[in-house]
Structure formats: structure tokens, C-alpha cells
Nanobody, 127 residues
């Protein structure tokens, strides 16, 4: 059984940092594209970062480029999202998601293309 569990969310002042973790179990996550999505109230779910070790390509949304860093630890079967210089507009529920197809992340842009999801972790940034 595949499970993804996020942690590391919380409340932080603008300009601060948080590190989110996504622990995967039941499969080897690095075989597939792993992505971080976020969703704020009244907004569509947005992919903010993705990583696929099969081709080494890393994706960032323009809104977070230069501030967020996605990484993984294969030994721990865990993917991370380091978030620096946080802004109030980064406030959202953040979700870890995994594809079940061996495709590059650039081919997987929509939430419907990810089979496995974590429960989400809330990030709140105060001005």
C-alpha cells in the first residue's frame, strides 16, 4: 500500500523559512515523478515543484523559482521542499503527490495525473 505523509508546515512571518517533508512508503518513490502542489481557499490547486530522478529534471513554478528548493533522500524514501523568503501569497495547504508512471515531470502538470497524495500540511505566512 502506497502512503505519502507530509510534515513541516506551520506559521511563519514573511521572509522566514520552512522545510516540508514527504515520507513515502509502500514503493520506491524515486522511480516516479514526485511533486509538491499547493491550494489556497478559492484557488485552483497549483504545482509548485517536481523532481524525477529518471532524467534529473527539476521543475519550479515561476511564482516560487529562486525561493523554493525541492530535493530528495533516496535512503529515507523522502522528498523535501525547502521554502525560503516566504511571502503571504505562499499561504496554502501543501500536498505531496506521486505519479505511478515512469514519465518525466514536464509531462505531468495536472493534479489528475498524480495517483498518490498525502493528506496535506498547512503553511501560513503572516505579513
Amino acid at each position: 500500500q502506497v502512503q505519502l505523509v507530509e510534515s513541516g508546515g506551520g506559521s511563519v512571518q514573511a521572509g522566514g523559512s520552512l522545510r516540508l517533508s514527504c515520507a513515502a512508503s509502500g514503493y520506491t518513490y524515486s522511480t516516479y515523478c514526485m511533486a509538491w502542489f499547493r491550494q489556497a481557499p478559492g484557488k485552483e490547486r497549483e504545482r509548485v515543484a517536481a523532481i524525477y530522478s529518471g532524467d534529473g529534471i527539476i521543475y519550479y513554478a515561476d511564482s516560487v523559482k529562486g525561493r523554493f528548493t525541492i530535493s530528495h533522500d533516496n535512503a529515507k524514501n523522502t522528498v523535501y521542499l525547502q521554502m525560503n523568503s516566504l511571502k503571504p501569497e505562499d499561504t496554502a495547504m501543501y500536498y505531496c503527490a506521486s505519479s505511478d508512471r515512469k514519465l518525466s515531470c514536464w509531462q505531468l502538470t495536472r493534479p489528475m495525473e498524480y495517483k498518490y497524495w498525502g493528506q496535506g500540511t498547512q503553511v501560513t505566512v503572516s505579513s
